[in-house]
């Protein structure tokens, strides 16, 4: 017995496209009779890449989610679907059936992770179904994963320990995406960009000069991080949730210590924070 998942660690995904673009080679044009009709020219993308900036100059970032279909195991899209349309495998894939789907339109907004696609030429509901048609014919990955260059998809049997990804999903922080909607999905991520805090520090009696190997020391929202400031007398902590009290103590010998509190409402750049000597 099997369980497919794809393993998705956003800290390695370069948003480079191939995945997608991967997916539209193997889909375009292309039927699979019993498994997928083909994708139109345009409007579907089975495996999206969600762009997340975050703070802002000179702290910038830019986070790429890529977004497959999650294969629930609580799958909200087999609810509107009639006659068989949406079922899910034996080994986890959740399935459009091509020809059952036929006229049901209601089955793409049941998703709430807006993964199906309507396909008007042909009036039928399409996502990504991992590849279903290259897995039965003893194909190990599905194309996106095969074509992924960061290795941030990870692509394997849950049910085998032996597996990279059950040994991954073991091991690593793995969650899921929009927990909320609590679907159960199959496929986990690891690294989901949450709220970050950066700064820069310099010494006061050195004319500003900035200050490598500071202390500094994060506490709040049951986390106690840690880190030293890097040749720039710069500073960051990722991770952090939303919304949450935290506290910055930054320790250099010599050197007053100096706190500071703030709360994550976004992403925060202190800016520059300043030591005084002792
Ligand atoms: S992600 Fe959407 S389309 Fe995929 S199984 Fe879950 S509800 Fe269905
Ligand atoms: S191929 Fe890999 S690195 Fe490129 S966008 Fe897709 S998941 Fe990210």
Redesign the pocket.
Known sequence: MSTYSILIDVKKCSGCYNCFLACRDEYFGNEYPGYSAAQPLNGQFWMQIQEIERGEYPKPKLDYIPRP????QD????GPATGGAVYRRKDGI?MIDPEKAKGQRGIVS????R??YWNSDLQVPQ?CNLCAHRLDEGEKLPRCVESCPTGALVFGDLDDPTSEIAILAATLPVEDLHPEFA?K?LVKYVGIPKRFVAGEVVLKDKAGECAPGVQVRLTGGGLELSTTTDLFGDFEFEGLGKNQCYKLTLTAAGYADASLEFVTTKDINLGEIVLAPR
């Open positions: 279909c999650l294969h629930c799958a909200p899209c087999m959740v049941a998703c709430p992770y993964v199906i996502k679907t999905p």
